[in-house]
């Protein structure tokens, strides 16, 4: 038991790491990991009660970086489907869920090879869009418990720095963390269990917070975006060669 709670924090602390620097994804490598220790269903509460400490975190640590003119127009509609996806939690079948996210991801191979980066051509104009990813991330994060990569592309499209990226979407997504754990806690979801390894991985995650505050400087723009489109189709291909096997 020591070593594996040992080694869930270990790659906690590391898929925080490597989610900052790739948009997000730390919540689908701990999925798998999880899954050793925890039933499936009590997967999404534990996830999200480290997430939710990891996006606390973000905030504080990265405050002045926020466009709080996204977060206003992406809260409101993603608080309307979250509940949706939460309570379809039990009647989905995840494997067809992870085969589709899969494809969706797959979908970005032609912005790896980009020569420059995409916020310097593309920039969306209206706040319709965000709505619209608002109520998708919602209801997508409510089902899953995550929703990492899935959504990265609106940000990497958006025109944001590095460090807007990881702060806006620390913002928009830690209030539908907090949500869903209510959510789950009231489907009798949120687990004595859960909650234990749950409180791991929100420890492991609130320590990389403090580390990518002086990791972000170090990484281009350019490079930042190269990163975060290669993660998406590097997780799209692993999801759907698992489920196709």
């Not at 809260?75 to 996210?101: D, K, M, Q």
């Amino acid at each position: 038991m020591f070593f594996t709670t040992l080694f869930l924090f270990i790659c906690a602390f590391i898929a925080f790491l490597l989610s900052a620097v790739c948009g997000g994804g730390a919540s689908f490598i701990l999925i798998p990991i999880l899954g050793i220790v925890i039933p499936g269903v009590q997967i999404p509460a534990a996830l999200s009660l480290g997430t939710t400490s990891s996006s606390l975190s973000r905030i504080i640590i990265l405050w002045k970086n926020i466009r709080w003119d996204l977060v206003k127009w992406f809260i409101p509609p993603a608080i309307f489907t979250v509940w949706l996806g939460a309570r379809l939690l039990s009647y989905v079948n995840p494997i067809l869920l992870e085969l589709i996210l899969g494809l969706f991801l797959l979908s970005n191979i032609p912005y790896i090879f980009k020569k420059e980066p995409d916020h310097k051509t593309h920039q969306h104009k209206n706040h319709l869009s965000v709505v619209l990813i608002g109520l998708a991330t919602g209801f997508v994060s409510g089902l899953t418990g995550a929703v990492g990569l899935i959504f990265n592309r609106f940000y990497l499209t958006y025109g944001l720095t590095k460090q807007e990226i990881v702060a806006t979407r620390a913002a928009n997504e830690v209030i539908l963390h907090i949500i869903k754990l209510g959510l789950y806690a009231s489907f009798g979801l949120l687990t004595t269990k859960a909650f234990a390894y749950g409180g791991l991985i929100a420890i492991a995650g609130i320590i990389s917070s403090f580390v990518i505050k002086y990791l972000l400087p170090f990484i281009s723009e350019k490079i930042f975006q190269k990163i975060g489109y290669s993660a998406m189709v590097f997780f799209g291909r692993f999801f759907v060669c698992r489920r196709i096997k």
